[in-house]
């Protein structure tokens, strides 16, 4: 990944140039100018982000702080005064010698007008009140008013300021006009062009930031509509950030739609696991189902926005052939349930009695650090060799990275993987074909299709396969360990380039299932009698310790956004 | 404050009146009952007491004069239920098929009428008076999986709503009024 | 006296020999007297639901019928309202309802405790002429010269028995009441033995017998003695643990009183001694007061010397108890409940003095009417 929103790269220099302005009669320092959301060059500071950066609110639709400025929508429209100047283009003073103000005798849109030095805002006052009613009545005028069965209801911006700032009727007798509903815009995307108030936040992503000139307004008037240009599809790999970016109920997710009402979801912070990019998202999920990833701001990693493949890649989550039972197995001759206790004590036997040398671990770069930090315990405490699976697909411009592994830098750092992964799966397979590898501990891959085919793990004496989906691997396995998805359980995963990001619990494990580093660290203690911590705090800061990379990292220090390491080179 | 106690006379140190009042009272009552107009209480299973109208009873769905469900599983009312009876699973993205432009209708609509404690806050949530807290008081069932009432049985006996509005049916036409916007024909 | 043999029943059974002869005539007589006293205990509670219910403006038990006379087509369904066999479902359900012995109670007094309460109020039955003579016998089951001590003494046991059941529940309600009964029924026993003794001083015999033969021909003891007879009705009323004086059961303060801890059969027998206690109150008013059998009109006061003579008094003794019965009944649903001290205020400070007033008025006038007057120590 290179380039645009996400930006590694340093920050512009905060400018030190800054201007003093009014806001509700309070005064603050702004910056003289801000970023650029596109370009990031310099441009001057707008009314609005003066108002955030005063922490007022002002209600808006199309201003989107990443994206351009198109004030259409008028919703932040604010009275404002500047200093007056008099004849002798000096400013004019009151009595107490306080600059004298003069009010503008029109309001203005607060996200395109650019602030001035002793510059006043008021956002209160009866005339804004006023304006922001008008605007809403009108933005209702053709809104069909049919949250029951709108999946927005909940997060639209329509019914929230609506609430906040709206009056309590309407006073349009007319018929509404009538426009297309249940448009199918995209392979993902259903459009309902009635409820749309032509923000265009839509268009402006789709054109400025995915970079894919699709959509555009369509008709006049009244008649203004939303549409996909013909010939073109709406079937970009960014399309489901419209959904999140439209204030309103027009454009939605085909593969959210009717599936539950956003306020029965509980928003829990994690990491997309689907490229190493590692997109910062909230899982919402109930009752142990999880029914959406959505973005989560994060500048140095994804900005506010995520690819589709990767939002939509959680069904796996509550698969069907999720393994829920922990087993011994003897290939052939069927299974029995044991416990975690029973497990960690066997595996912990069958490892120390095997000869040195000949144990192998598999480990998976879709494992959480601590979670390979414990494996490279084991194998270091066995002598076993270790590799990982690489996965790699082309990349593109903005998110998505050719890395599909979202923790390879992890797997190398804590040494499960080398620089190349992958690059000892051969030698663990000739081992195993030449007999001097009997024991193989497998740890989410499914192994037969990375050059260790069934016949070779018909040769080991023992094959320990965790995994959460059931494969042909866990299918031979001698014991068989229900794995977590990284929705059930906490961890950290260093991204592409190094950044440490760690996630939350959103939902139960399945089954039997345990985090694998509880697990890991029972299997550990089992082999060498060290006792560690048992919380995934203590786990990571111990890692921290142990770890060169990770020196001086702490769990409550990677925060909500993670920190960025330096990888060695 | 503190009520002075009056001091009794003679008559009412012998308990007298007492006694005579009290078999006054029992006396009444009991000649009323036994030789005038019976007794006041009701024989519940036989005789049934009819609700005023505005009784909060059992919620159930309703359908409209056209027959059309009017739930379309917006979920307020499982969100406001205060004891967590109500549990709608939603249509997904199929919606739902043939309810002309009422898009979404819930797919299974569950009452779990053990834990319903009659408040009709679900009523007064629901933006498509689609659920009434109806006449019934008296709910049994011989096991709990019987008192979860299923949409099927809560459409039965929630029955027909006159509704005097009709949002939907008003749009449609308006819609096809205009002639820009093609309306599925309501199955 | 002499009989017909056709109406003598010693003349229908073999000759046992004179004590064989007392002992199964006696048998009989137990056997008959249990089987009424129990039938009058069970239907005493029924008694006791409708009249509430109809106080109450209900209508009270009206479900149990009996599968072939429920279906006769009047009069079944009338019995059904009535509520004639729910004495029958009451009882079967005592018998098969689970017997709860709590892990806490001291087991030995716990099982003994019913039993303690419900045999004193069979016993005091024993003395009490419930008619004159029947096919040849006399109507009482023992004619004790000493009847009243005996009942007295029987009476005082029945406190034991609450006592017994507060001490081995072992829980606070159940002690709580067997407290207050034991107070209480100690209490009252001391007023209702003083107020009956100005009428052994008029009867001039302890002999329940002689008590009823004195007041043959109307001279009813109620009349001569009203307020002795008043302090033994309140005291009856609080020796039977009766509303207003229920104060060892009391409900609404003791959850149950000492019966707290009961269930099952154990429980039916507390309940049944309260009935039978009821009813042999109830008797030995209508023998102390009310001219036992005697009515003062159509010769009924002498002892019957036929069939339905016999008959006739041992109905005419019945209608007064129940009227008693109806009396205990009416005023529990009448009168609030005493408050405690109210309760012991009234047992100590108003009625022993008022006893012994009594007691020494009637003394003075027995003084004055017979010794002082005619010389002779005693009336008749």
């Known amino acids: 990944m290179s380039t645009a929103a996400p930006t590694e790269t340093k920050p512009a220099p905060p400018p030190v140039e800054t201007i003093k302005v009014k806001v509700d009669g309070r005064e603050i320092a702004v910056p003289k100018t801000m970023p650029d959301p596109m370009s990031g060059k310099p441009v001057a500071t707008t009314m609005i982000q003066a108002c955030n950066l005063a922490r007022v609110d002002v209600p808006h639709y199309c201003y989107h702080p990443k994206l351009p400025v198109a004030g259409n929508c008028r919703m932040c429209l604010v009275e404002f005064g500047t200093p007056a100047m008099g004849p002798d283009r000096k400013p004019v003073l009151n009595p107490d010698g306080t600059p004298k103000i003069a009010k503008s005798p029109r309001p203005a849109i607060a996200c395109a007008t650019p602030i001035s030095p002793g510059m006043e805002i008021y956002t209160t006052t009866p005339g804004v009140k006023q304006m922001r009613e008008g605007v809403l009545e009108f933005l209702l005028i053709n809104h069909p008013l049919d949250c029951p069965i709108c999946d927005q209801a909940g997060e639209c911006k329509l019914q929230e300021y609506s609430v906040e700032y709206g009056q309590t009727t309407s006073r349009f007798v007319e018929a509404k006009v009538h426009k297309p509903k249940q448009v199918d815009l995209g392979p993902r995307i259903v459009l309902d062009d009635e409820r749309c108030i032509l923000c265009t936040r839509c268009i402006r992503f789709t054109r400025d930031i995915a970079g894919d000139d699709a959509l555009g307004i369509v008709n006049r008037g009244s008649y203004n509509t939303l549409a996909a240009y013909p010939g073109k599809a709406f079937d970009n790999n960014y399309t489901l950030n419209t959904v999140d970016l439209c204030p309103v109920g027009a454009l939605t997710s085909k593969d959210f739609r009717f599936q539950m009402r956003v306020w029965f979801l509980k928003e829990t912070k994690s990491v997309c696991t689907s490229c190493a990019t590692g997109c910062n998202i909230v899982i919402g999920a109930r009752e142990d189902k999880v029914y959406r990833y959505e973005p989560r701001e994060n500048d140095a990693v994804n900005s506010s926005w995520m690819c589709d493949s990767g939002r939509l890649n959680y069904k796996w989550i509550g698969a069907a052939n999720r393994i829920t039972r922990l087993l011994r197995q003897n290939p052939g001759a069927g299974s029995e349930p044991i416990t975690w206790t029973t497990a960690a004590r066997e595996i912990a036997d069958r490892l120390l009695a095997a000869r040195p040398g000949s144990v192998a671990i598999i480990g998976s770069a879709r494992q959480t650090n601590e979670e390979l930090f414990l494996l490279a315990r084991v194998a270091r405490q066995v002598s076993a060799v270790t590799d990982s699976v690489p996965r790699t697909q082309t990349g593109d411009k903005l998110l998505v990275s050719a890395d599909r592994n979202p923790n390879s830098n992890g797997a190398r750092l804590t040494g499960i993987a080398p620089a190349v992964l992958g690059s000892n799966l051969r030698a663990i397979a000739d081992g195993i074909a030449k007999g001097t590898i009997k024991t193989l501990v497998v740890f989410g891959e499914d192994v037969t299709k990375h050059g260790i085919g069934a016949e070779l793990l018909a040769k080991l004496d023992t094959l320990v396969a965790c995994d959460i989906l059931s494969n042909p691997t866990t299918d031979r396995a001698h014991y068989v360990l229900p794995g977590c998805a990284h929705a059930e359980k906490r961890g950290s995963f260093t991204n592409g380039k190094g950044r440490v990001q760690r996630f939350m619990k959103a939902v139960e494990p399945r089954g039997d299932a345990r985090p694998e580093w509880e697990f890991l660290h029972e299997l550990v203690r089992n082999l060498n009698g060290q006792d560690g911590f048992t919380t995934i705090e203590g786990l990571f800061n111990l890692m921290a310790r142990e770890v060169p990379a990770f020196q001086g990292l702490t769990w409550a220090a990677l925060g909500d956004t993670g920190v960025t390491i330096t990888l060695p080179a | 404050m503190i009520v002075k106690r009056e001091k009794l006379n003679f008559w009412e140190r012998l308990y007298a009146p007492a006694v005579l009042g009290g078999f006054k009272v029992t006396w009444h009552h009991f000649a009323r009952t036994v030789f005038r107009s019976g007794p006041v209480t009701m024989e519940y299973p036989e005789q049934k007491w009819v609700v005023p109208p505005g009784y909060r009873g059992a919620p159930y769905l309703v359908k409209d004069q056209a027959g059309r469900t009017k739930c379309v599983s917006c979920q307020l009312c499982e969100f406001v239920c205060p004891p967590k009876a109500i549990r709608i699973t939603p249509p997904g993205a199929s919606g739902a098929p043939g309810a002309g432009n009422v898009e979404k209708g819930p797919a299974e609509f569950e009452i779990n009428m053990l834990r319903c404690i009659f408040c009709g806050f679900c009523q007064e949530v629901c933006p498509e008076e689609a659920i009434f807290l109806q006449q019934d008081y008296s709910l049994t069932g011989t096991s709990r999986a019987e008192m979860i009432y299923n949409k099927e049985k809560l459409l039965a006996l929630g029955g027909t709503h006159q509704d005097k509005i009709q949002k939907w049916k008003h749009k449609a036409e308006e819609a096809q009024a205009q002639d820009v916007f093609p309306v599925p024909p309501a199955a | ?380």
């Not at chain 3, 359900?93 to 003994?112: A, G, Q």
């Not at chain 3, 109905?315 to 529990?332: C, E, N, P, Q, T």
Request: overall charge neutral; some cysteine; proline content about 6%.
């Open chain 3, 1 to 380: 006296m002499h009989l017909p043999p056709f109406i003598s029943l010693a003349a229908w059974l073999p000759d046992f020999g004179s004590d064989g002869n007392f002992a199964v005539m006696s048998l009989i007589k137990i056997a008959c007297l249990l089987g009424v006293l129990l039938t009058m205990v069970a239907y005493a509670v029924l008694v006791e639901r409708k009249v509430s219910a109809f106080i109450q403006d209900r209508v009270g038990p009206n479900r149990v019928a009996l599968p072939l006379i429920g279906s006769i087509p009047v009069l079944g369904p009338f019995l059904t309202r009535l509520g004639i066999w729910q004495p029958l479902a009451d009882g079967a359900k005592s018998f098969l309802k689970e017997d709860f012995t709590p892990n806490h109670v001291r087991k030995l007094y716990f099982w003994l405790a019913p039993a303690i309460t419900l045999i004193p109020s069979f016993l005091t039955v024993a003395v009490i002429p419930f008619g004159s003579n029947l096919l040849g016998e006399q109507m009482v089951l023992a004619d004790l010269d000493v009847g009243i001590l005996y009942t007295f003494g029987i009476v005082s046991l029945g406190v034991y028995g609450i006592v017994l059941a507060g001490y081995a529940s072992n829980s606070k309600f159940p002690f709580l009441g067997g407290i207050r009964s034991s107070a209480q029924m100690i209490s009252y026993e001391i007023s209702m033995g003083l107020s009956v003794i100005p009428v052994f001083m008029l009867v001039g015999s302890l002999n329940l017998g002689q008590v009823i033969a004195y007041q043959a021909d109307g001279h009813w003891l109620a009349f001569q003695q009203p307020i002795a007879f008043l302090v033994f009705l309140v005291a009856a009323f609080a020796e039977t643990n009766r509303l207003p004086f229920d104060m060892p059961e009391s409900e609404t303060e003791l959850v149950g009183g000492y019966n707290t801890e009961y269930s099952s059969m154990k429980f039916a027998l507390f309940f049944m001694g309260e009935y039978a206690n009821m009813i042999t109150s109830s008797a030995m008013m209508v023998t102390l007061f009310w001219g036992g059998w005697t009515l003062p009109f159509w010769g009924l006061s002498a002892p019957a010397t036929t069939l339905g003579g016999g008959l006739l008094h041992i109905g005419i003794f019945l209608a007064k108890v129940i009227a008693f019965m109806i009396l205990f009944i009416w005023v529990r649903w009448m009168l609030p409940r005493f408050r405690y001290d109210q309760l012991m205020d009234l047992g100590w400070r108003r009625f022993l003095p008022l006893t012994l007033a009594n007691l020494f008025v009637t003394a003075v006038w027995l003084w004055l009417t017979t010794t002082a007057a005619t010389g002779n120590p005693l009336p008749k």
